[in-house]
């Protein structure tokens, strides 16, 4: 096959972008503000045994083999020079308990890309934790 230069090259070029454009049109509507990837691209946060418990889907920005992909609601950014500096995602939330505020708390984080503070030693989870559990046995 022969490279195509010039005036040729551009109309190839022209054609593929306009087929493009009118497939796209055609798949996801004549609004382009609307064209997201998340669109077809969502992590699903359902519950592990009762499907009225789970909560909606949340758009993710990226695919396959990409930080931010389906499926990696959890991931963490770690500074090993101060532990407690790390950063991290998760959700749906840090409660697997339906009607906790805590159940479904992380789920717009994700959806958002924000990471929260995620601290390691005792004094810093001590410092910001906003309620304990003591579990003992009977």
Known sequence: ?????????????????????ARLTKDWGSDWSQWRYGRIN??????????????KPVERPGG???????????RRIIDFSD???TMATNAPGESGQPGSPY????REKLADGVYFNLPFTR??????AAHKLTLSPQ
Request: proline share 3%.
């Open 123 to 128: 004094p810093a989870v001590e410092k910001q």
């Open 42 to 55: 969502e992590s699903r946060l359902q519950h592990m045994f009762i499907d009225q418990f789970s909560l």
């Open 64 to 74: 396959f083999n990409s930080v931010n992909a389906t499926g990696a609601n959890f």
């Open 1 to 21: 096959m022969e490279a195509t230069s010039g005036p040729a090259r551009q109309a190839l070029v022209e054609q593929g972008l306009s087929q493009a454009l």
């Open 83 to 85: 532990v407690d500096k």
């Open 103 to 106: 159940y479904g708390n992380s």
